[in-house]
């Protein structure tokens, strides 16, 4: 039995915030809760630190649905957003499993340094099957085929320079791939990105602002 169903994605399609929030509660929010907490204690042995599951609430939301909703893990009970963390999500057409710097982190111009440094390197250890993306509210992305060494020193260059800048690496399953998973299956996939995307959590370590 697959563990997300046609169901949860349809809920994108619902017009209006409350309906369309209503339906998130009801059917995607309490699975994403669940791989949450099948989640951290994992991650939190990968990462050698414990990490704390924070499920998207679209709280300041008032007239525009959300268009993708989302699990993240970090080192903070209080929030993940100015951290480097990781995510499991999903928009209409596609599930998203990311490792994530997103523009309010601190960390971001130290981050951007080091992907400089290591550009060679992190464009190696990236499978050929991943996906980057610099913006987490848009569903586009780009093949790591499409990257190179100086596609990401231009990214790691943007971080440091331009407050905006994101930067979010892993993997995207279009629909009806992420519909063929159950729940063990999807557990054994999100652990394994999370597995490989370890190296660049782990530049984002020593400079990384605690909070927890």
Not at 152 to 175: F, H, N, Q, Y
Not at 198 to 209: D, G, V
Request: proline share 6%; aromatic share 10%; hydrophobic share 40%.
């Amino acid at each position: 039995m697959s563990y997300f169903t046609e169901e949860d994605f349809a809920v994108f399609t619902i017009p209006g915030l409350d309906a369309r929030m209503e339906a998130l509660k009801a059917t995607v929010r309490p699975k994403l809760e669940t791989l949450g907490a099948r989640i951290a204690p994992v991650l939190s042995a990968q990462c050698g630190e414990e990490m704390f599951a924070h499920v998207a609430k679209h709280a300041r939301r008032t007239i525009n649905p959300p268009s993708d909703t989302w699990v993240a893990w970090a080192a903070s009970k209080r929030g993940y957003k100015m951290l480097p963390h990781f995510q499991v999500g999903m928009w209409e057409t596609h599930l998203f499993i990311w490792f994530a710097v997103i523009y309010e982190a601190p960390v971001k111009p130290a981050f951007g340094a080091r992907l400089v440094a290591e550009a060679g390197h992190i464009d190696t250890l990236v499978p050929a099957s991943y996906m980057w993306s610099f913006d987490h509210t848009k569903p586009g992305t780009i093949p790591h085929t499409s990257m190179d060494t100086t596609a990401i020193t231009d990214a790691g260059e943007r971080l440091a320079r331009v407050k905006k800048s994101e930067l979010l690496c892993g993997i995207t399953l279009p629909k009806d791939e992420a519909l063929q998973l159950d729940e063990q299956e999807l557990l054994a996939k999100i652990e394994d990105t999370f597995y490989t995307m370890q190296p660049l959590y782990k530049l984002t370590y020593s400079e990384n602002i605690r909070t927890n």
